[in-house]
């Protein structure tokens, strides 16, 4: 499985973040996509197959515990990271958490043993 097969979904509020980031993953040979809120995630897994989910945390728009717990639910086949400058929820989050700011290459490595590991089987 290439970077260009293996579809991430970036659901992040903030546009620097969003755009910066999913420019980084492209010129890494990713395929990204992108949404600002979890409404429009919801409506990108509905009609696309993604391989992983790199999502904020806190998002004005259905994040938080609500966006865990309907991750937890509904795509408990997918592997998720989650993203945040701050994070102290009620309940334990069960994906990997990575704090901002955090490194793009970092991220992008992250995303390749994610890609390398389901390749393997």
Do not use: H
């Not at 998002?59 to 309907?70: A, L, S, T």
């Amino acid at each position: 499985m290439s970077n260009s097969d293996f579809i991430v979904l970036l659901v992040e509020d903030d546009d620097d973040i969003r755009l910066s980031l999913r420019d980084y993953l492209k010129a890494k040979g990713f395929t990204v996509l992108v949404s600002s809120d979890g409404v429009g995630a919801i409506k990108i897994l509905l009609d696309t197959k993604v391989d992983v989910i790199v999502s904020d945390y806190r998002m004005d728009i259905f994040g938080g515990d609500y966006w865990i717990r309907f991750l937890n639910t509904f795509c408990s086949n997918l592997d998720v990271i989650i993203t945040s400058g701050y994070l102290k929820p009620d309940f334990k989050i069960t994906y990997p958490v990575v704090y901002k700011p955090f490194d793009y290459a970092e991220m992008a490595a992250m995303l390749a043993e994610i890609r390398d590991k389901k390749q393997r089987g």
